[in-house]
T-cell receptor, first 115, second 112 residues
C-alpha cells in the first residue's frame, strides 16, 4: 500500500508564473489536507478537502491560491502569479473516512522555490 | 492563535541519554499528536494521545498529557544518533474540525 504521494518533489518558478502541486492520498483515504511550512517553522494548515468538496479553507490566502480534489485523480493545490514569499515546503496529508479525528499520513512534500 | 509551543527549541544530548520535549497549547483539544521530521523530509507520525488519556507508550517513546495545564511531553529513552530530527506536537482542538495545529518544533541532536 503506497503512502501519500506528492509531485513534483521540487518546483522552481519565476515570479508571476503558476505553480501546480499534486497529491495522491493513500488508497482508501478520502480526506486530504494541505499544509505549508516556511523555513525554520512548523506546518500551517491551509485547506481540508473531501472528494469534490472543500470542507475547511480557513488557512488559505484569500487570493491566488486554490485547491481541488476531483472525483477522479489527485488533489491539486494551485498558486497563481507566484511571489517570492510563496517559497516554502507544501505538504499533503490524508486520513481515512472512518475516523478523521485520527492520524494523518503525510507525503514527502513539494519544495517550491520562487526566483 | 491555537498554536502550540515546544520547549526547548533545540536540544543536544549524547547517545544513550534520554530526551524530553515539552509542548504547550492554548485551548481544549480532541487529541494531541507528535511527529518527527528529518531534515528536508516529510513528517512521520509517532504517537497520538486523546484528551481522555494521560499517558501512552510506543517502544522507546513515552507521551504524557495534562489537559489541566494544557501541556504534553515526549520522552525518548536511550536515544540513538538516528533520533536526530525535529519533533513537532500537533493538536486537533475542540471545534476546530480535523485540521492539525502544529507547534514550532524542537530540534534534537543526538551525538555519538
Amino acid at each position: 500500500n503506497a503512502g501519500v504521494m506528492q509531485n513534483p518533489r521540487h518546483l522552481v518558478r519565476r515570479r508571476g508564473q503558476e505553480a501546480r502541486l499534486r497529491c495522491s492520498p493513500m488508497k482508501g483515504h478520502s480526506h486530504v489536507y494541505w499544509y505549508r511550512q516556511l523555513p525554520e517553522e512548523g506546518l500551517k494548515f491551509m485547506v481540508y478537502l473531501q472528494k469534490e468538496n472543500i470542507i475547511d479553507e480557513s488557512g488559505m490566502p484569500k487570493e491566488r491560491f486554490s485547491a481541488e480534489f476531483p472525483k477522479e485523480g489527485p488533489s491539486i493545490l494551485r498558486i497563481q502569479q507566484v511571489v517570492r514569499g510563496d517559497s516554502a515546503a507544501y505538504f499533503c496529508a490524508s486520513s481515512p473516512p472512518s475516523d478523521p479525528h485520527n492520524e494523518q499520513f503525510f507525503g514527502p512534500g513539494t519544495r517550491l522555490t520562487v526566483l | 492563535s491555537q498554536q502550540g509551543e515546544e520547549d526547548p527549541q533545540a536540544l543536544s544530548i549524547q547517545e544513550g541519554e534520554n530526551a524530553t520535549m515539552n509542548c504547550s497549547y492554548k485551548t481544549s483539544i480532541n487529541n494531541l499528536q507528535w511527529y518527527r521530521q528529518n531534515s528536508g523530509r516529510g513528517l512521520v507520525h509517532l504517537i497520538l494521545i486523546r484528551s481522555n488519556e494521560r499517558e501512552k507508550h510506543s517502544g522507546r517513546l513515552r507521551v504524557t498529557l495534562d489537559t489541566s495545564k494544557k501541556s504534553s511531553s515526549l520522552l525518548i529513552t536511550a536515544s540513538r544518533a538516528a533520533d536526530t530530527a525535529s519533533y513537532f506536537c500537533a493538536t486537533q482542538y475542540t471545534g476546530g474540525g480535523n485540521k492539525l495545529t502544529f507547534g514550532t518544533g524542537t530540534q534534537l541532536k543526538v551525538e555519538l
